[in-house]
């Protein structure tokens, strides 16, 4: 059981508000973990915790037994990939140029011929081929998503980290995404790390799931474990119904909202009256 | 099939570079022609092929080439060749500092001048000019060049003292940069006020216009080393430069570190660009329009973009002032008036045409 | 294949840079530029301004050096001036190669090859390097500034020996010295009392002048007392407030080419409404005047009708006019014309 990735005690504030306390976490060689929570429950934190764009205390972030704050920042990218949350190119680039910024870390000044392969492999296998002189921002939020991808595979990661994915995404591009995202998991390829808020894709793709609340780990391991109709209710603040999907993983239906408090509701339905009598 | 398609996609690429390389080479040739048609347009009677007979005679002496009567050679050696070389450094200088501060602070509407640099040697010189340090004396120019220089730099090292408060980021360093230059620009209008004798206001005003006419070969042998150092630095990290404009979370993952990224172009930029400052005064928008241009044509790979901005602005900035020099003789328009002008239709055009949004 | 990389593009920057040094080394072997002579005179700048002869030919982008030209009875040796120098007339036919002292365009003048360039103060701000180019070109320059009353004899007495007219210069200076006495003299019995407070305004509104300025330093040497004399900068705008609460007893107004025409701007100043309750215009003692008559050779002209203005009772029997007249007749040959002073 070879772990890639271990995480103790993470723990990290924005000025004096905490925002992660005391996160612990552990994925093995090839495992998807899927980081799952409430908006503002530090998954995009956490992940840049784990790639030092925020900077932890030190045996905190451990990368093959290694911790992470004493490598640089160079070293640290030939390790991991990240692909954040939404894609911003305020210049025009082509597609062949962003992933090419993925080799980054092993350029000098030109890629070489090596450089060039592993670009063309990686386009290859996201099937980018004919998008490859197009400019990122004439593509589709699909077609984006997944060039950011292939910028992140061309640092040749050991570990994926991905923040929200398939968002953005009609439902045919994340199936796509999230295939090739498991087949690089599953090939051993690497290991992957992904912030995702649709319970269900998570359930369906992630080897572990940690779901967290306020910053906390509240449940932690299979997907079976972790979504639980008391889980759901205790963290998100909906009653849900879990049950088990055609492929064999735990399938959430989401069924109310809890209120917080019997007043909100009352007044709610006088707006409404009002509302209506006029 | 698919074996065919990965060979397609890396040989686009090469074949676009070359294509971008070619470019490269036709502006160079464009700037070659221009500097010719220049150095043989003036007031006075030298025209195109006493121009040639006087270049080539020191050049090639020992082709025998007669170089003409002394005031043609004057003309063209000690007033014409130098501006025209100055006008090429400084447009190479200012456009790829442009370039670089665009790209690092991922804004295409940032001009070199973002560090509020303008406006501080504007009020380094206009001290040393309003307080007549030696200038009725004769050696205050230098005086005046000096302390546009030093100005520069202080406003440099304000704006990365007043970023690092709150981290070198982009927008820190944006924010700060207006403010300084607020700052000079209200010292600078305040030193006119007070400035004891009324030419020199007046001198401060057109000295801030920009103008080439200090061209001398003492200048060009101090601007070209350092202009060139700096354009080469900068393309050198050209690739950082192309990353830091995705963004500075993506520049990290990638391993680059920004604020090293935006320390070291900030402080190449200032040296491009106060150097220049110091000799000509303020001219507008040549950081600023060079790179679109350059954009538009070639692409934001900065380690195309810079050389070929460079290319560009060395060739407006040598049209506008050749504009200025012959339109209205026998008096001279200060160049800086001509490409604010130029800039006038620029971003119209910019704004009217639909073709391809050049940033989002 | 990087190092071979590496090694061709610094082998391309050595040659580069080995190239452009030998350019520049092979351009920049100087000029002859200008020689000792025998004549060498200092200019405003404190350069000394050597001739080998007096000068034959020179070029004028000063308005007021090129009347003081004509006044030293050397008129023809202007082979070129800037567009400001109109008078007299004999000149308009000389070809413009300047608009003004400041920066002036270099190839024409070049061209030309005067012994001799003069020009204003202003040619100070365009930067040191036109002088420098135009000495190594073998043109000597000299600058100087005939606004302040302090270098016009000075500069006279320059031009006297540069164009070689020493007999003519002294005549010139003399005749300023004669007026200048006569002030000197009919101020001398004057007790602080008797001064009347005065108000210039120059061309723009509230726009007066302080001490460190020329027109404060004239209007003590005509015995007055300026209004504005301790203000904290030489060029002070001040406030209408300021000048009622002080009241003074003239107002003087420098009229320049933009204004309205002389009665026009009268009025306009005699209606102000902050000045209405002023001494100054209860009783009429509003002048204007045109700044050409306070530079170079006219300006004992300038200072007699200040003088006027500010005692008449101490210069009844003075008409500045006539002086002016004498200098249109005597050095110039023309008649009179123009109208520089108002009322």
């Known amino acids: 059981m070879e772990l890639r990735l271990t995480i103790n005690n993470l723990s990290f504030s924005y000025g004096s508000s905490p925002v992660l306390k005391g996160v612990d976490l552990a994925v093995e060689l090839g495992e998807v973990l899927g980081i799952v929570g409430p908006n503002g429950s530090g998954k995009s934190t956490l992940l840049k915790c784990i790639n030092r764009i925020l900077k932890t205390k030190h045996n905190t972030v451990f990368v093959d037994g290694k911790d992470i704050n004493k490598l640089n920042l160079k070293e640290l990218s030939k390790i991991m990939g990240y692909v954040p949350q939404s894609s911003l190119s305020v210049f025009p680039f082509t597609v062949f140029d962003i992933v090419m910024m993925g080799r980054t870390p092993y350029i000098h000044w030109s890629p070489s011929e090596q450089d060039y392969k592993i670009i063309a492999e990686t386009l290859d296998f996201l099937g980018l081929n004919e998008l490859a002189m197009r400019h990122f921002n004439e593509l589709s939020g699909g077609e984006q998503q997944k060039v950011m991808i292939a910028r992140a595979l061309a640092q040749q990661p050991k570990i994926l980290l991905l923040d929200e994915p398939t968002s953005n995404l009609d439902i045919k591009h994340q199936l796509e995404i999230l295939y090739i995202l498991k087949n690089l998991a599953q090939s051993k390829y690497c290991s992957i790390v992904m912030a995702i808020h649709d319970l269900n894709i998570a359930s369906r793709f992630s080897d572990k799931m940690l779901m967290l609340k306020k910053g906390c780990i509240f449940a932690a391991g299979t997907p079976e474990n972790v979504l639980t109709e008391e889980n759901i209710e205790a963290v998100y603040g909906i009653k849900a119904q879990v049950t088990k999907s055609i492929m064999g993983k735990p399938q959430v239906i989401p069924l109310e909202p809890l209120s917080s408090n019997e007043a909100s509701e009352t007044s709610s339905r006088s707006y409404l009256l009002n509302i209506k009598s006029r | 099939m698919r074996l065919n398609n990965r060979r397609d996609s890396r040989n686009s690429y090469i074949e676009s570079k070359g294509k971008k390389l070619f470019g490269i080479f036709c502006i160079s040739l464009v700037l070659l022609v221009t500097a010719v048609i220049s150095v043989s347009l003036g007031a006075a009677s030298p025209g195109f092929v006493e121009a040639v007979q006087v270049i080539f005679s020191k050049i090639l002496p020992f082709l025998g080439i007669d170089p003409g009567s002394k005031i043609t050679q004057f003309i063209i050696l000690e007033?014409?060749?130098?501006?025209?070389?100055?006008?090429?450094?400084?447009?190479?200088?200012?456009?790829?500092?442009?370039?670089?501060?665009?790209?690092?602070?991922?804004?295409?509407?940032?001009?070199?001048?973002?560090?509020?640099?303008?406006?501080?040697?504007?009020?380094?010189?206009?001290?040393?000019?309003?307080?007549?340090?030696?200038?009725?004396?004769?050696?205050?120019?230098?005086?005046?060049?000096?302390?546009?220089?030093?100005?520069?730099?202080?406003?440099?090292?304000?704006?990365?003292?007043?970023?690092?408060?709150?981290?070198?980021?982009?927008?820190?360093?944006?924010?700060?940069?207006?403010?300084?230059?607020?700052?000079?620009?209200?010292?600078?209008?305040?030193?006119?006020?007070?400035?004891?004798?009324?030419?020199?206001?007046?001198?401060?005003?057109?000295?801030?216009?920009?103008?080439?006419?200090?061209?001398?070969?003492?200048?060009?042998?101090?601007?070209?080393?350092?202009?060139?150092?700096?354009?080469?630095?900068?393309?050198?990290?050209?690739?950082?430069?192309?990353?830091?404009?995705?963004?500075?979370?993506?520049?990290?993952?990638?391993?680059?570190?920004?604020?090293?990224?935006?320390?070291?172009?900030?402080?190449?930029?200032?040296?491009?660009?106060?150097?220049?400052?110091?000799?000509?005064?303020?001219?507008?928008?040549?950081?600023?329009?060079?790179?679109?241009?350059?954009?538009?044509?070639?692409?934001?790979?900065?380690?195309?973009?810079?050389?070929?901005?460079?290319?560009?602005?060395?060739?407006?900035?040598?049209?506008?002032?050749?504009?200025?020099?012959?339109?209205?003789?026998?008096?001279?328009?200060?160049?800086?008036?001509?490409?604010?002008?130029?800039?006038?239709?620029?971003?119209?055009?910019?704004?009217?045409?639909?073709?391809?949004?050049?940033?989002? | 294949m990087k190092k071979t990389t590496t090694i061709l593009i610094t082998a391309i920057l050595i040659t580069a840079i080995a190239l452009s040094a030998f350019v520049v080394y092979e351009f920049y072997k100087p000029f002859q530029g200008l020689q000792g002579g025998a004549i060498t005179v200092k200019d405003l700048q404190g350069v000394n301004v050597t001739l080998k002869a007096p000068a034959r030919t020179v070029i004028s982008i000063s308005s007021g050096m090129t009347e003081l030209i004509y006044a030293l009875g050397c008129g023809d040796k202007i082979i070129g001036r800037d567009s400001y120098s109109i008078f007299p007339p004999a000149v308009l036919d000389k070809p413009v190669v300047a608009l003004s002292s400041y920066n002036p365009p270099l190839e024409e003048i070049l061209e030309l090859k005067p012994d001799l360039l003069v020009a204003d103060s202003m040619f100070i701000y365009g930067g040191n390097e036109t002088r420098g180019i135009l000495e190594k070109a073998g043109i000597a320059v000299y600058v100087d500034e005939l606004s302040r009353p302090g270098r016009v004899k000075t500069c006279i007495r320059n031009f006297g020996i540069l164009f070689g007219a020493e007999e003519k210069a002294e005549e010139i200076i003399n005749f300023i010295e004669y007026y200048e006495n006569l002030i000197q003299t009919r101020l001398a019995s004057l007790h602080e009392g008797d001064k009347p407070k005065v108000y210039v305004e120059l061309f723009k509104e509230w726009n007066t002048v302080a001490k460190g300025s020329v027109g404060h330093d004239l209007l003590e040497y005509v015995g007055a007392i300026n209004i504005a004399a301790d203000q904290p900068v030489p060029y002070p705008v001040i406030s209408p407030e300021f000048v009622i609460e002080q009241n003074p007893d003239v107002i003087i107004r420098m009229k320049m080419a933009k204004d309205p025409d002389f009665p026009i701007l009268w009025e306009q100043i005699m209606n102000r409404a902050e000045l209405k309750e002023t001494n100054a215009v209860k009783n009429g003692r509003v002048y204007l005047y045109d700044p050409i008559i306070m530079q170079g050779i006219r300006y004992p002209v300038g200072t007699l009708y200040w003088a006027k203005w500010i005692h008449p009772e101490l210069f009844e029997d003075i008409d500045p006019e006539a002086v002016h007249r004498q200098i249109f007749s005597h050095f110039f040959g023309l008649e009179f014309e123009g109208v520089y002073v108002y009322p």
């Not at chain 2, 790829?96 to 501060?101: D, H, I, N, V």
């Not at chain 2, 290319?311 to 008036?337: K, Y």
């Open chain 2, 79 to 360: 007033l014409r060749l130098p501006r025209i070389l100055l006008a090429i450094i400084a447009g190479a200088g200012l456009a790829a500092s442009g370039a670089t501060m665009q790209g690092v602070l991922r804004n295409p509407l940032v001009s070199s001048y973002i560090l509020g640099i303008s406006a501080a040697a504007g009020f380094g010189a206009a001290l040393a000019i309003a307080l007549g340090i030696g200038v009725i004396g004769g050696v205050g120019w230098y005086l005046i060049i000096v302390n546009a220089f030093i100005f520069s730099w202080l406003a440099m090292v304000m704006v990365y003292g007043i970023a690092r408060l709150r981290g070198v980021t982009t927008e820190t360093i944006i924010l700060a940069g207006v403010a300084i230059g607020y700052l000079f620009s209200a010292l600078l209008s305040l030193i006119q006020y007070v400035a004891p004798e009324y030419e020199a206001v007046r001198a401060v005003v057109f000295w801030l216009m920009g103008g080439l006419n200090h061209a001398t070969w003492e200048s060009i042998m101090i601007l070209f080393p350092i202009i060139i150092l700096a354009i080469v630095l900068m393309v050198l990290q050209a690739w950082n430069i192309n990353v830091m404009s995705m963004g500075e979370e993506v520049a990290m993952s990638l391993g680059v570190t920004p604020k090293r990224v935006l320390t070291i172009t900030m402080v190449l930029e200032t040296l491009a660009t106060a150097s220049i400052i110091s000799f000509t005064g303020v001219i507008g928008f040549i950081c600023l329009i060079s790179p679109h241009i350059a954009r538009m044509l070639i692409g934001s790979d900065h380690r195309f973009l810079i050389p070929c901005s460079s290319l560009i602005g060395a060739c407006l900035l040598l049209c506008s002032d050749t504009v200025g020099r012959l339109l209205l003789q026998p008096t001279e328009i200060p160049v800086g008036i001509v490409t604010s002008l130029l800039g006038v239709p620029f971003f119209l055009y910019i704004l009217i045409s639909r073709r391809r949004r050049i940033w989002s």
